[in-house]
């Protein structure tokens, strides 16, 4: 199963530069890594980063990480959270997010 995360054009460059990140601000302040299935990750994206530009998706294979927990979020759906830094080898696929319209255009998500 693939597993999605959103990134501001500033926090993919970090990754990209270091290898591993702690993920954006909020994933700091929480401790962990937030990540949305391909059911969640439009309305995470409306939610979140409404209106925001410059956005990259990442897929990451849920099997293949060790530190993933599956934990109640928005209206009790689960959601995984990552418990370690994200590294760029974890990162299957990566693609852009572009806003047309208002309105952010997810790629074709397997």
């Given at each position: 199963?693939?597993?999605?995360?959103?990134?501001?054009?500033?926090?993919?460059?970090?990754?990209?530069?270091?290898?591993?990140?702690?993920?954006a601000?909020?994933?700091?302040?929480?401790?962990?890594?937030?990540?949305?299935?391909?059911?969640?990750?439009?309305?995470?994206?409306?939610?979140?980063?409404?209106?925001?530009?410059?956005?990259?998706?990442?897929?990451?294979?849920?099997?293949?990480?060790?530190?993933?927990?599956?934990?109640?979020?928005?209206?009790?759906?689960?959601f995984?959270?990552?418990?370690?830094?994200?590294?760029?080898?974890?990162?299957?696929?990566?693609?852009p997010?572009?806003?047309v319209g208002?309105?952010?255009?997810?790629?074709?998500?397997?």
């Amino acid at each position: 199963m693939l597993i999605y995360k959103i990134f501001r054009a500033s926090e993919w460059d970090d990754l990209q530069a270091t290898g591993a990140t702690a993920g954006a601000p909020i994933d700091v302040i929480d401790g962990y890594v937030h990540f949305s299935t391909a059911e969640t990750v439009a309305e995470t994206a409306a939610k979140y980063f409404a209106g925001e530009e410059g956005l990259v998706l990442l897929a990451v294979k849920a099997d293949s990480l060790d530190a993933l927990k599956w934990e109640p979020a928005r209206a009790g759906v689960l959601f995984p959270h990552l418990y370690r830094h994200l590294r760029m080898d974890d990162v299957l696929w990566h693609k852009p997010l572009p806003l047309v319209g208002g309105a952010h255009v997810f790629p074709t998500l397997t």
